[in-house]
């Protein structure tokens, strides 16, 4: 059968919720077991693909082209499983689906409401499987914090589903905050005390409270909040910070995180094997070398909008044995100062993903710099049309070359809209989104790196290469190594007199691993270490 682990977060919101469901996953499935996860979001908006990523942050896509939350990439990083749509839900999915079995008449004219109708549908979602005959794990973590008003349908949910199948098949993990006061110099209960009592107030009972906290917690107060929260003290579990988010699965397995859960579902706790995970985080702590990446870009003031690029540069230097050290580079404050100020000493340059026009002549500043200083570069989605254009540019000398999303009248638009894109009009879900195939050209890098030459990335975008203008790119050196199998859509490109200037229109850091690094991101860390 089917067990559930319900994650949820109180106090303050930023606790690390998804990372302790992550690690929990990892420690589950080091020990035999297979393991799912959700997220259930409250907020309104169907998906995250519409949301500025300065403000949410980056937003991840599966292979099945859902654009989710970006706890879904701490997920596939760390349990090392590839999710799909049923993954992520969030308040407009489930008030959207209700609203359309209200008008095809499914409710027989019963007035729709919160309860049951809503929670109806949230519990369906975690039903959610494959295989029901399959046994499994499910961890599923609900966003926002205990007390918000969007979070209660959720949590409404969870109480009746715990009814449905059992508190022993269905348990819940809280993680909340014991603060510090240095004036003081204690840490303070009453807060997870509170969010408990919270929690309870809506027919919830915690079985397993992981607290984030900066110093250790004496064993005096775990059977303090153990009293007042009605859990076992041995399940009041300490996370302190980390330096590193890869650290914190070996940090919640000495603190017995999966035998805790194990136990209040009734399960054998078999003795992990963790040495790969083990292996990998040693490699991280303990480098041998060094290296300067720079990222440039237009959402460089929050760096979770460019999470999964950051994670798989990580992975890159992991798998090298190598510190990656990133400097951020404003793309807009690139047109300003110029490449050599902002970009002198590096040993990498990365132009991720993004939209719209602002900072775009920085980019194409930067991948210039690259092109001539021969720097290693990756280019990533908007990063591969940055390089075709400036290759147009400075290279074909087409000093008007440009992408049709930023100037609709150039005469030499190199990037341009996909045909089937241009009857679009919703935003949302729309664009050539998931995995799709690929076939590399033999003898490329990008061919030497795979390892083969038929592969499968993610994707994210409406853009592609021109196919008017790939004979004159050709001939003026411009490698297309990467193409969809009809070999209508340029997929990769190079340089062949470049030691390593390689771009792709996927999002190759969405299948990127702590201990299986990206080709593409192990091969730049490789290059510039070289350099």
Same mark, same amino acid.
């Given at each position: 059968?089917?067990?559930?682990?319900?994650?949820?977060?109180?106090?303050?919101?930023?606790?690390?919720?998804?990372?302790? $469901?992550?690690?929990?996953?990892?420690?589950?499935?080091?020990?035999?077991?297979?393991?799912?996860?959700?997220?259930?979001?409250?907020?309104?908006?169907?998906?995250?693909?519409?949301?500025?990523? =300065?403000? /949410?942050?980056?937003?991840?896509?599966?292979?099945?082209?859902?654009?989710?939350?970006?706890?879904?990439?701490?997920?596939?990083?760390?349990?090392?499983?590839?999710?799909?749509?049923?993954?992520?839900?969030?308040?407009?999915?489930?008030?959207?689906?209700?609203?359309?079995?209200?008008?095809?008449?499914?409710?027989?004219?019963?007035?729709?409401?919160?309860?049951?109708?809503?929670?109806?549908?949230?519990?369906?979602?975690?039903?959610?499987?494959?295989?029901?005959?399959?046994?499994?794990?499910?961890?599923?973590?609900?966003?926002?914090?205990?007390?918000?008003?969007?979070?209660?349908?959720?949590?409404? $949910? =969870? +109480?009746?589903?715990?009814?449905?199948?059992?508190?022993?098949?269905?348990?819940?993990?809280?993680?909340?905050?014991?603060?510090?006061? /240095?004036?003081? !110099?204690?840490?303070?209960?009453? *807060?997870?005390?509170?969010?408990?009592?919270?929690?309870?107030?809506?027919?919830?009972?915690?079985?397993?409270?992981?607290?984030?906290?900066?110093?250790?917690?004496?064993?005096?107060?775990?059977? %303090?909040?153990?009293? &007042?929260?009605?859990?076992?003290?041995? /399940?009041?579990?300490?996370?302190?910070?980390?330096? &590193?988010?890869? !650290?914190?699965?070996?940090?919640?397995?000495?603190?017995?995180?999966?035998?805790?859960?194990?136990?209040?579902?009734?399960?054998?706790? *078999?003795?992990?094997?963790?040495?790969?995970?083990?292996?990998?985080?040693?490699?991280?702590? /303990?480098?041998?070398?060094?290296?300067?990446?720079?990222?440039?870009?237009?959402?460089?003031?929050?760096?979770? @909008?460019?999470?999964?690029?950051?994670?798989?540069?990580?992975?890159?230097?992991?798998?090298?044995?190598? %510190?990656?050290?990133?400097?951020?580079?404003?793309?807009? #404050?690139?047109?300003?100062?110029?490449?050599?100020?902002?970009?002198?000493?590096?040993?990498?340059?990365?132009?991720?993903?993004?939209?719209?026009?602002?900072?775009?002549?920085?980019?194409?500043? @930067? @991948?210039?710099?690259? +092109?001539?200083?021969?720097?290693?570069?990756?280019?990533?989605?908007?990063?591969?049309?940055?390089?075709?254009?400036?290759?147009?540019?400075?290279?074909?000398?087409?000093?008007?070359?440009?992408?049709?999303?930023?100037?609709?009248?150039?005469?030499?638009?190199?990037?341009?809209?996909?045909? !089937?894109?241009?009857?679009?009009?919703?935003?949302?879900?729309?664009? +050539?989104?998931?995995?799709?195939?690929?076939?590399?050209?033999?003898?490329?890098?990008?061919?030497?790196?795979?390892?083969?030459?038929?592969?499968?990335?993610?994707?994210?975008?409406?853009?592609?290469?021109?196919?008017?203008?790939?004979? #004159?790119?050709?001939?003026?050196?411009?490698?297309?190594?990467?193409?969809?199998?009809?070999?209508?859509?340029?997929?990769?490109?190079?340089?062949?007199?470049?030691?390593?200037?390689? @771009?792709?229109?996927?999002?190759?850091?969405?299948?990127?691993?702590?201990?299986?690094?990206?080709?593409? &991101?192990?091969?730049?860390?490789?290059?510039?270490?070289?350099?």
């Amino acid at each position: 059968m089917i067990k559930y682990v319900f994650v949820t977060g109180g106090v303050v919101s930023g606790l690390g919720k998804g990372i302790t $469901a992550a690690s929990l996953g990892r420690l589950l499935k080091a020990r035999g077991y297979k393991v799912t996860m959700q997220k259930f979001d409250p907020y309104i908006n169907i998906d995250p693909g519409t949301m500025n990523p =300065i403000q /949410h942050g980056e937003v991840f896509v599966t292979d099945d082209g859902t654009e989710t939350d970006l706890d879904l990439g701490h997920y596939e990083r760390f349990i090392d499983e590839s999710l799909d749509h049923r993954s992520n839900v969030t308040s407009g999915k489930v008030y959207w689906s209700v609203l359309n079995k209200e008008r095809h008449g499914e409710y027989e004219g019963h007035t729709v409401q919160v309860i049951p109708h809503i929670t109806n549908e949230i519990k369906s979602d975690f039903y959610h499987s494959d295989d029901k005959n399959e046994d499994r794990i499910a961890i599923i973590e609900v966003g926002g914090t205990v007390g918000d008003i969007e979070s209660q349908p959720f949590l409404e $949910a =969870i +109480r009746q589903f715990q009814q449905e199948v059992g508190h022993e098949n269905a348990i819940m993990i809280h993680v909340t905050l014991i603060p510090y006061l /240095h004036a003081s !110099e204690e840490l303070k209960t009453k *807060p997870t005390q509170m969010s408990v009592r919270e929690l309870q107030r809506l027919g919830l009972q915690a079985d397993i409270l992981v607290c984030r906290t900066e110093y250790p917690i004496p064993q005096e107060i775990r059977e %303090k909040i153990g009293l &007042f929260c009605n859990v076992p003290a041995n /399940h009041v579990l300490q996370n302190t910070n980390a330096e &590193f988010i890869y !650290e914190v699965p070996l940090m919640m397995e000495h603190e017995h995180l999966a035998q805790s859960v194990l136990e209040c579902l009734h399960l054998p706790c *078999p003795e992990p094997d963790l040495s790969d995970w083990t292996h990998m985080v040693e490699n991280l702590r /303990h480098p041998s070398r060094e290296t300067v990446i720079a990222i440039v870009g237009k959402y460089t003031q929050l760096h979770d @909008a460019y999470l999964s690029v950051v994670e798989a540069l990580k992975h890159g230097g992991i798998a090298n044995r190598a %510190k990656v050290k990133i400097r951020w580079v404003d793309s807009e #404050e690139l047109e300003k100062s110029g490449a050599e100020t902002l970009l002198a000493g590096v040993n990498g340059i990365l132009v991720p993903g993004g939209f719209g026009s602002r900072g775009i002549e920085g980019m194409i500043m @930067a @991948a210039q710099y690259a +092109r001539e200083h021969k720097i290693p570069y990756l280019g990533i989605c908007l990063g591969m049309q940055i390089a075709i254009i400036e290759f147009a540019r400075d290279v074909l000398g087409w000093a008007d070359a440009n992408s049709t999303e930023f100037d609709p009248n150039t005469e030499h638009p190199v990037i341009d809209l996909m045909p !089937e894109q241009k009857s679009v009009t919703d935003l949302g879900g729309t664009m +050539r989104l998931g995995a799709y195939p690929c076939v590399l050209s033999d003898g490329s890098k990008a061919h030497a790196l795979y390892g083969t030459t038929q592969i499968s990335e993610r994707h994210r975008h409406r853009y592609e290469v021109n196919n008017d203008f790939r004979a #004159e790119l050709e001939e003026a050196g411009m490698q297309l190594v990467g193409q969809s199998p009809d070999g209508h859509i340029v997929e990769m490109i190079e340089l062949s007199d470049h030691p390593y200037f390689v @771009a792709t229109q996927a999002h190759p850091e969405f299948k990127s691993r702590p201990n299986n690094a990206h080709p593409l &991101f192990r091969g730049l860390i490789e290059a510039s270490l070289r350099r």
